[in-house]
């Protein structure tokens, strides 16, 4: 497993420094992490890369070369780099169960532990966890615009470095692709693989009919050629079919055809009709060719004739949004036994924090559909027997009563005093987790252009918390 | 190192296993990475991460976890998976040296292999050299809008993975950045750190000055505060300029503020003026949030009194522009001993590559400022005391001829017949290369919106042979 002990700005570096020498770093803190606005400007975020997370937290470990690196930089005591040599997580920290579907504001990871490791942590946690939920989040957009097809992760080349694609092509399997093209993600995460061949096999041949002979010759069970190299409707066709026509009197039936460029309408509809005069009317039709969510629901409204997506760069990079803008704040910090909330105010309100220690409550209905999240003090309780009546942040007369409905605490341990409490799940239990929380979720939230806002509420000791910090002006 | 041997599409595989079962897996091809568009909409794209390219090769081996795990896929004969055992990369690459400014279509790699070898290295390639490209690219514009201003690589923690925050780092500071955040990439890559405090620590101390005072305490002679925590003119300001008098009176000098929110412009206007007044005339204003270089160009054409720039997400992920599209095409492939040149045809021309075994030229005034290029077949001559006239590829009649003029061949070789050429340099060495590249480019290529497009051509003998391979539709 990679040290990544290091991957962390280099101000949480000093401020450990700073308070180690002040001597308040075994302080008891809270930080959160959550996100001010929804992945790719949609309705909600799968918070994904839960996983990297504790593999990051079980390794935190500060190695003699670290050290000397650090010493090499000027900036730390001898007896401050002496005490990283024993740094272990000894904290608590709640997390959503990887796959669940958040709102903005909302914590998504909670730590409380001893100053200098909650702040060491934030960068990576952010790092990783703001990825993997960026892509998580855009796949399953992507799957939504396709209607149940099956869509594929194609964009390694185009990511944004090998762990990019990698763990890129996790989130997009969890986000609900059905495999991806990488290798190595398939390697490492046991997550179907797929694959065929590229236009330099065929121009490796001396003519188009050729390379497809070849490749069916090879794989006559998984004959799915791709037919634009030269010209789809006067070529790549005539020539599949060709192919199709070859292997099926031997017995196997053809898989289908990958258009790669070109306008994916007109040609996906020209090729369904000439294969379907060729009697190969349920192949799979393929295209790729820089899709995104967008393209995917025009050309299925525009009655594209393609039932199988092959999504690239901007699936892998999550090109019209490539960051979630996920952040770690403090929340609370203990004087003494006393839990004093902290706030961070800014000129924007929207960048105001929910002071104090915190949970999440997940409102259901009786058919299992989420009406509202309210986050709570960590130590209030619902009494789910009575009618429970949210109301709205700003717009605090907007209010709204359930009398029928059950409950969810979203946050769950992941460490308590430094043990690892994590049930490790496959990444294929994760998507099926994924599917479910989707289901929960009511469409408009769903919706690609301008989603519908999800209620995220707060609790009325909570809000007043925020306000009469906000109001006393004696943290300035 | 790590194994990114399976860091492929699984296409490639596929096709691999193919050619082995058609036995061509060791006929010579020629293939060439390209882009067709510059990095970020801009006039130019720096290349970078050839560096770690060569690691990929140096390290390319299939291991026996490897193998295993694709003979579970059950695509594959045990006589290629026993192949693959002793996979070792044996061709010829040439490549330019990293950091040199390119242009569109003109090859930046080129491989000259075993087709099964030439094949398989397509995709980590493209992964590694398009995102490091992007973003060194990306910095050199950030850091040509700031006009000389330090900038600071600040992004890690909205980078698209550990990876792409550490190599990112990496190509923003030979991009022209001074210094990254990330302790990582200043450990792995030996570049400058830098890092102070965050809103956290402030809000750990009961006040804004005591917090100030803190960190004075601690780092007394690299001193900059960040000022936004509460309110930047009324508190953060007056409580910085407190602890530079108390510094300053123990002989330190102070080094400066720094504004994460806000309207940047006014905020720095306002802080420069107290600061003046205050006596600190010659201080570090930094700021930071969601810069890239569009909003620093603004900044600075407002008159902002910014001097220092810290860059995060809109850097890290080149935001606006999050891909670089290299591609890899194959260009030519030996039939016994004859080279036959290979294309791939679209309907968008574009699309069309340039075939055959090619070199780059290019061609410089007498005052060491870029031209022209010149793309040429690989054994093509220029004799440098004619005149050379170069002609538009597609307007055939516009043409340029150049009378004095130097000219240089920018692929070298990587790799030849396996053995690796390659020196290393450090990454501030070829920052200084970068530097010393952008210098023999005119600024009107350099241009942040609407750059002029730089003079590529080719040669009449590659002209003619492109020409005589589309027109004879012999390929279909």
Known sequence: ????????????????????????????????????????????????GIDQFVDYINNLHFSDEDLEYLKSLNLFSDKFLEFLKDFKFTGDIYAVPEGTVMFPNEPIVTVKAPLYQAQLIETALLTIVNFQSLIASKASRVCFAAQGDPVFEFGLRRAQGPDAGTYGARAAVIGGCSATANVLAGKMFDIPVIGTHAHSWVQKFDTELEAFQAYSDIYPDKCLLLVDTYNVLESGIPNAIKVFDEISKKGYKPLGIRIDSGDLEYLSKEAKKILDKAGYTDLRITASNDLDEYTISNLKSEGATINSWGVGTKLITSADSPSLGGVYKLAASYKG???????????????????????????????????????????????????LTVFHQTYTWKTKTFRKYKIRELLEPLYLNGEC?????????????????????????????????????????????????IDSKKFL
């Not at 570096?13 to 790719?40: P, Q, S, W």
């Not at 006393?338 to 209905?365: A, H, T, W």
């Not at 994760?430 to 707060?458: A, G, H, M």
């Open 421 to 469: 409490q994590y049930n490790r799940r496959s990444v294929l239990e994760i998507k099926d987790y994924v599917k479910s929380e989707l289901n929960t979720i009511w469409t408009q939230y769903k919706r690609i252009l301008n989603p519908q806002v999800y209620k995220v509420d707060l609790s009325q000791n909570l809000w007043d918390l925020k306000k009469n910090l």
């Open 337 to 387: 036994d006393i839990l004093e909330p902290k706030i961070k105010v800014s000129e924007d309100p929207e960048k105001i924090n929910n002071p104090g220690y915190k949970k999440v409550v997940r409102i259901y209905n009786e058919n299992n559909k989420a009406e509202a999240d309210l986050i709570m003090l960590h130590d209030e309780k619902i009494d789910d027997t009575n009618p």
């Open 1 to 48: 497993m990679r040290n990544l002990t290091l991957l962390t700005d280099l101000y949480q570096l000093t401020m450990l420094n700073g308070y180690f020498e002040k001597n308040i770093h075994e302080d008891i803190v809270v930080f959160d992490m959550f996100f001010r606005k929804n992945a790719c400007n949609g309705g909600y975020t799968i918070v994904c």
